[in-house]
């Protein structure tokens, strides 16, 4: 059984992304960072959502709610990562790296080039 909590909606991706530039917010705080926001009832009950979820916690400050996520950015992050890789790359992180070096917009810097040579070489000597 996957610990893995439930896949977020496009909203809910923004709010976890305000809340994860500021480490923790109150819902006033989320809605000042929201793109188009939707109206605050509208954003206490996707807090609510996020906390049941398992996305968020929450703690009592001065009578309001200040969110917090339940896991850290890395960590989402790369579970994240693992959905689009399986979603649109069949599983195949070569194919992924492939797609976005082959881009209009992929420009590495010598520095980048020589740090996903490492990443390359130990990989190979680590049996990955």
């Known amino acids: 059984m996957s610990t893995r909590p439930p896949e977020l909606s496009r909203r809910e991706r923004q709010i976890m992304d305000v809340i994860y530039a500021h480490e923790e ?13 939707p109206s605050y009832s509208a954003v206490r009950a996707l807090l609510a959502i996020l906390v049941e979820k398992g996305h968020l916690k929450h703690r009592s400050e001065q009578g309001r709610y200040i969110y917090s996520p339940t896991r850290r950015r890395a960590r989402a992050g790369r579970s994240a990562l693992v959905r689009v890789l399986e979603t649109f ?16 917009d992929a420009r590495l810097s010598p520095d980048e080039l020589q740090r996903l040579s490492e990443l390359i070489e130990n990989a190979r000597k680590e049996g990955r």
């Open 89 to 104: 790359y069949e599983g195949s992180l070569e194919k992924a790296v492939a797609a976005l070096l082959q881009g209009a």
């Open 25 to 37: 917010a109150s819902a006033a705080q989320v809605l000042e960072g929201l793109p188009d926001p």
